[in-house]
């Protein structure tokens, strides 16, 4: 045993006294590559299914943005009409796949709406996109401050 750590401290190789396979010297590497290759394809495997959490969260933002505009319209368009804007908006939301969670009719014809849309996929366990949309008349503000005041797309006074 003595000559074997000789060889080792000198740097000189692996000693001729070291049985093969005996988990020490050169063999004792045998096999890194698969665990190297495994852990590199974990990671991918992991990022690809962050991406497509990511990805279906988008989704389910976007649906439930889609559902309050169009719930939003269909209450403002009810109101204006005079039937109950809050359940016209809650059965458009339906129609388009997300819920209902809040309705409030505001002054001068104006109905804002928000909306929650259960993710599905990996990002269900994230919760559920929310998203809220206004319509109605636009509020009264200061002349000159809409959006049509900065091209001049109005008739002059």
Known sequence: MGRAV????????????????SGRGADSESGAGTVLVLGIVAAVLLLAV?????GAAQNAR?????AADLGA????????DGFDPCGTAGAAVARNGAELASC???????VRVVTT???????????SARATARA???????????????GGGGAAP
């Open 73 to 80: 319209l269909a209450g403002a368009t009810a109101l204006r």
């Open 50 to 54: 962050g991406i497509a959490a990511l």
């Open 62 to 66: 976007g649906a439930a943005q889609a």
């Open 117 to 127: 849309r259960a993710a599905v996929g990996p990002a269900g366990s994230l919760g």
């Open 136 to 150: 109605g008349p636009r509020e009264s503000g200061p002349r000159g401050s809409g959006p049509q005041s900065a």
């Open 6 to 21: 000789r060889w080792r401290e000198r740097g000189l190789g692996r000693p001729t006294d070291v049985p093969p396979g």
């Open 104 to 110: 409030e009719v505001r002054g001068g014809g104006v």
